[in-house]
């Protein structure tokens, strides 16, 4: 039976999503809670990976279920769900308190977290004021200026439609035939806009960037490009140029992680 999850985690203690032994990380969290759980060995599937320090508020997971273990549940949906609901309240004892598990349910025998997502969403948080806030320290990046917030809305919307964005992304390692892996994306839509923190009630400003797919360390490195546009350090008008250029060097340095948010997916 496939299972799908939706997983919501504070990325502060974490090295990462995927599974890496000998540090903590969320699928490893989560494949360790399972297993316990459900007495079998588990290994979860997401819909995009997230580095170190990253947090998610909608990340999908997706993971199977032993037939032996779920013969007896197919007849009844009411039973299925009310053990799903048991093993998800038994998982959050595991995982918690950084992460929670905030809903499992049936999925298609095709589906999987990350193969038949269509779309992914990430939010990025800054304060750009002189003085920092305790309380968002671990939800933002503080940028000690005001940042001109019309030249990165120009700048933002370059990014927009299908690109090569070698530019803001780590290389990845070549294919086993020694062919470069593709890093074309189509990003549907990139935006500003000024948003009050419901802790601090301090204003901060928020991007929030939707692709069909995301490439390493992409968001952050875009995130990074514009707030230099924001400095006045790089003109909104070169962003076509750092895409055509297809380097990482002339791009911004990428944002700090711990203001970046794996925030929503979408399915057909």
Known sequence: ????GDVSYDGSPFHGFAANDGVPTVAGLLNDGLSRVLQVKV?????GRTDRGVHAAGQ???FDLPDNLTVDWRSDSGEVTGRLESIRHSLN???GPSVVVTSLAVADDDFDARFSAIGRTYRYRILDRPDSDPFITSRAWHVPEALDLEAMETAAAYLVGEHDFSSFCRRPSPISDGSKVSLVRRVTSASFRRVVDGLSCVELLEFEVSATAFCHQMVRSIVGT???VGRGRIPASAIPNVLAACDRQVAGEPAPPQGLTFWSVEYA
């Open 93 to 95: 004892r595991q995982v």
């Open 60 to 62: 999908v997971i997706s």
């Open 43 to 47: 290994t979860v599937s997401c819909a």
């Open 226 to 228: 514009l707030v230099a």
């Open 1 to 4: 039976m496939r299972v799908r």
